[in-house]
């Protein structure tokens, strides 16, 4: 990896996560420069490039693809975007870092997946959760047998947002509290389970101007008697909650997916040897901007040459199990993943 390297990264669009998160944390990066943003509207473009210190502001999308002093893609655009834009910049000879869920079927990830092994370039589905240190912590907790044999994982997250402006409210843009928030809990049990499930079955509530999926359910079976239940909403209070239960005790994560800035996130060991938190030890895991250290593991992976930590295939089965959860809500029915 050449000494002070640093990869120039490209942003589709205006996204809030772009905002709020991913091009504050490219400042903080070590091998990661904010150099463009494009947007449809070159206002918008400019606007954003202004308030995040990017240095070139671009009125198209294809534009971005095609300047040669971009190295990464990010690609931050609605749910229905992903796939299409993704393939188009491994075609320009990009490198994509993707927002979740990468697609909308595993068979568009597969299409993506063929464009990479078509083109040489690699595309990574971002989920930032995997980077923070309290996941693989957590994940190590497990593995040492800290609550015996785990074999149950149950997660919440909600937020409440019935703007009918919001493409979290839009079925064209791929909205729903399934595509959105719900891929997290099928991303962690895998994570933890360090395994696939192999049948899933949910029920969904959806809203009736919308048509989007306001609250879901899912539980989500992997093998030796293993499971994942789980609830998303677009429309319920906001609220994270995670908790790990096994055979000898429980842990318990108030921010799962998103730790506060600039405090400690906080894992809850419980021995359950009574209902009242007798048993209760809590462990402390130092602050971590989870985003910068996803672009900084994603921009390794490019410099040097190695495959990143996850690669298509992962978002490949997270995908699978959406499709198998969706698909139970015709059928009514345990669906094969």
Known sequence: MT????????????????????????????????????????????????????????????????????????????????????????????????EKPIALSAAQACEIKAAQERTGYVAVEAFMVRFHPQWPRVRQMVRDGRIGTMRSLHVFFGYNDVDPASIHNDTRSGGGALYDI??????????????????????????????????????????????????????????????????RGKITMHTPINPDRGRKARIV???????????EAVEEVEYADQFALQCDAFARAILTGKPPDYTIDDAIKNMRVIDALFASESSQTWTRV
């Open 3 to 98: 000494a002070g390297k640093r990869l120039r990264w490209g942003v589709l669009g205006t996204a809030k996560i772009f905002r709020d998160q991913i091009g504050p944390a490219l400042k903080t990066t070590q091998y990661c420069e904010l150099a463009a943003i494009a947007s449809r509207d070159i206002d918008r473009a400019k606007a954003a490039a202004a308030a995040s210190g990017a240095g070139k502001a671009l009125g198209s999308y294809e534009a971005l693809l095609a300047d040669p002093d971009i190295d990464v893609i990010y690609n931050p655009l609605p749910n229905h975007l992903h796939a299409y834009w993704t393939i188009r910049a491994l075609e320009a000879g990009k490198p994509v870092l993707c």
């Open 182 to 247: 719900g891929c997290y809990p099928i991303m962690l049990a895998r994570f933890l389970f360090a395994d696939d499930p192999v049948r899933a079955i949910g029920h969904f509530d959806r809203d009736p101007s919308f048509g989007t999926d306001r609250l879901t359910g899912g539980l989500v079976a992997f093998p030796q008697g293993r499971q994942l239940d789980f609830t998303c909403s677009t429309q319920l209070a906001l609220s994270q909650l995670a908790i790990l239960y096994g055979d």
């Open 269 to 279: 060991f419980d021995d359950c040897r009574d209902l009242f938190g007798g048993g």
